[in-house]
């Protein structure tokens, strides 16, 4: 079956870096764009980047770019996002996600907890 596996958070002071992994299984994990989402709770996930199939095209929402990076290692079905001068507003709940077109269906991680603060 499709699983998401995202490394643990964790607590980091501002200014700090942090990357996250997500170990994925049950697809062809080269053929499929993943991107990370956020969320406090309560509140809606937000997009914060996407990462092609290849890698070779990313996006990043304006709160986060030039801080984060996207990457993936298809020899090792892994998407990563690196996390550096991290501020109290980027502490949520980080989610990994994929679209399966052949099963119309999207697939999420388990979430991890980022919390920035002194």
């Known amino acids: 079956q499709v699983q998401l596996v995202e490394s643990r958070g964790g607590l980091v002071q501002p200014g700090g870096s942090l990357r996250l992994s997500c170990v994925a299984s049950?697809?062809?994990?080269?053929?499929?764009?993943m991107r990370w989402y956020r969320q406090v709770p309560g509140k809606e996930r937000e997009l914060v980047a996407t990462?092609?199939?290849?890698?070779?095209?990313?996006w990043y929402v304006d709160s986060v770019r030039g801080r984060f990076t996207i990457s993936r290692d298809n020899a090792e079905n892994t998407v990563y996002l690196q996390m550096n001068s991290l501020k109290p507003e980027d502490t949520r709940v980080y989610y990994c996600?994929?679209?399966?077109?052949?099963?119309?269906?999207?697939?999420w991680g388990q979430g991890t907890q980022v919390t920035v603060s002194s």
């Open positions: 996600n994929t679209y399966l077109p052949e099963f119309k269906a999207a697939y």
């Open positions: 049950g697809f062809t994990f080269s053929d499929n764009a």
């Open positions: 990462i092609s199939s290849t890698g070779g095209s990313t």
